[in-house]
């Protein structure tokens, strides 16, 4: 998976992958500080009614508010300590490859822009600020962030490539 097989696709250069994590970490932090200049904590801006808010809330669990209420007074240490952790094998990963093909590049670079907002946020805050709020009804998705989404995106292009190159 982490290395381009047998032409099936070119490989993405590093400055590629090294621009789209830059990216992703800058489009981030910079829609958190606009949502946090802009929005009261708690607010709900409605943007499309019926299906997506821009809403204000800290979250200090992780991706999609997974422990969010655990009272442990060592979970924003744990959490970035796992952050951390994976952030570092994600690096790894990266690094120890001879080369990337563009899917397994692009997914790296996006997962490690993406973990890099959430763990500076949560280093500097205890918490993380998510604010797109997408509903059916009565029906939300837990709330999440443009690192959430990066995140997301780069683990399905991970598998995407695993699965279209037989591993």
Known sequence: ???ASAG???????????????ATFIADQTSKLLIKSSVASG?????????????HTENPGVAFSLF???????KTFALIALSGVLLVAVLV???????LAWPTGLGLSLILGGAASNLADRIRYGEVLDFLDF????YHWPTFNVAD???????????LDALRSGS
């Open 1 to 3: 998976m982490s290395e």
């Open 68 to 74: 969010s209420t655990s009272p442990s007074p060592l």
């Open 43 to 55: 607010a709900v801006i409605p943007v499309v009614p019926g299906f997506f808010n821009i809403t």
């Open 135 to 138: 509903y059916i009804r009565s």
């Open 149 to 159: 989404s990066a995140i997301v995106v780069g683990a399905g292009l991970l598998i």
């Open 93 to 99: 990963v990266f690094w120890r490859a001879r080369s």
């Open 8 to 22: 099936r696709t070119r490989p993405i250069p590093r400055k590629y992958c090294v621009l789209v994590a830059l």
